[in-house]
Each structure stands twice: as C-alpha cells, then as structure tokens.
C-alpha cells in the first residue's frame, strides 16, 4: 500500500505557483520521498527526490517539513503543459520499488 | 539520449487469447521493470530484473504472465490467457543504478481485452 496522502485533485492558474501537499506521517529515517507526474497517455517521468533538505531543480522545488511528515511539490510557474497527475512517493534508500497511489490530477487553467 | 521504447502503443484481443509486449530500455540501464497501470489507479510493479535476472516478481500472476529478458537487454511480457481484467495500460522502465535511482518509463502499451 501507498504510504502518502495526497489530494484527488487541485486546480491552479496558468503563471502562478502550483503548491501540492503530501502527507507521509509515518516515513522512516532511510526513505527519500520521491516525485513523478505523469502526463495524459504517457508514461510517468521522475520529477525531483528529497531526504531532509529542500531540494531544487529546473522543473520543480521539493520542501520537506522538518520533521519530514509532510511535503509540498512547488511548480513556480506553471503552465498547461503541467497539467498531469502528480505522485507523491516514498521509498527506502535500499528498495527499488515505487508504490505509486492514485495521486493529485493537477488542472492548470488559462 | 533515447528514451525506453515499448511496442505495440494498442493491442485489442479476445478473452483466452495471447499477447506478447515487447520492451527496449535506455542504453546501459541495468533494471527494467514492468508496471500495469488499471485505469484511474497508479502503476502497479509486476516484475523488475537486475540484467537478466529477476529480483522481484512477488505481484506477478505466474499462472498467466511470464516475462523474460535475454541477454540482459530486452525484455518481453507474455498474458496467456489473457482475462477481462487484465485491459490495462502496460508500462516498461529502466534505471540506471539499483538503489535509489530514478526511473525512466516508456511511454506504455494499451491492452483492452474483450
């Protein structure tokens, strides 16, 4: 079973900043908490990963809460090429598997 | 840098038929992996090889599905026979290094079972 919590879906306006929260109350001190989206007919791409420290990248900015209940994916500035369904995954550093939930269905509207 | 190649993208059989989905990974990924993907749910792990040999096939129903990856490269997926519930979308990816890498998945095949 999954071991995050994550909202059906979210709606958010094209430019602004797509904040999408995930709840992992119970993660283990050696499990990374790891982000996919995946987009209509293909297949999921890996978006960012994070242990404590927020991480950044070019697509998206992780911020993991200090004592790493919860996260929140940040899209800066998101477009309608953004809209996709989000996964919030966590995964222990010496497991390969990805549990994928049912996600967040992120609508960007113009 | 070419991405995981899957083939056929849809394939439309008849109940207690057979099918094969085929599953070329990134250059150099040493674990393949296959997901199925029921609609409206996330992907689901059936079977991930480390090169040619399997490291995990726990959610693999072995009474109908059997998968294999010759030479460490390729890898094919065989329903036999396939059932209604088995319409899904089958999604193959690969990784580069086995802990904590990320995953690269094609882009899937549709399977619709009737």
């Known amino acids: 079973d999954a071991k995050t919590t994550q909202p059906p879906s979210m709606d958010c306006a094209e430019g602004r900043a797509a904040n999408l929260p995930c709840n992992h109350s119970t993660i283990s001190g050696n499990e990374y908490v790891y982000w996919y989206r995946q987009i209509h007919s293909q297949g999921p791409q890996y978006i960012i990963h994070?242990?404590?420290n927020n991480e950044t990248n070019e697509m998206a900015s992780l911020i993991i809460t200090e004592d790493r209940k919860s996260s929140t994916l940040i899209l800066p500035h998101a477009t309608l090429r953004d809209t996709a369904v989000y996964y919030c995954i966590v995964k222990a550093g010496g497991s390969e598997k990805l549990v994928f939930g049912k996600g967040t269905k992120l609508t960007v509207n113009p | 840098e070419a991405g995981v190649a899957q083939s056929p993208r849809y394939k439309i059989i008849e109940k207690r038929q057979s099918v094969a989905f085929w599953c070329n990974p990134i250059s150099g990924h040493a674990t393949l992996y296959w997901y199925q993907q029921i609609l409206g749910q996330g992907p689901k792990l059936l079977i991930q090889?480390?090169?040619?040999?399997?490291?995990?096939d726990s959610q693999l129903p072995k009474d109908r599905f059997s998968a294999e990856r010759l030479k460490g490269v390729d890898s094919t997926l065989k329903i036999q026979p396939a059932k209604l519930e088995d319409s899904a979308v089958y999604l193959c990816?690969?990784?580069?290094?086995?802990?904590?890498?990320?995953?690269?998945f094609g882009p899937g095949t549709r399977l619709t079972v009737l």
């Open positions: 990816a690969s990784s580069l290094f086995r802990v904590r890498d990320t995953q690269y």
């Open positions: 994070g242990l404590k």
């Open positions: 090889f480390q090169n040619n040999g399997v490291v995990d």
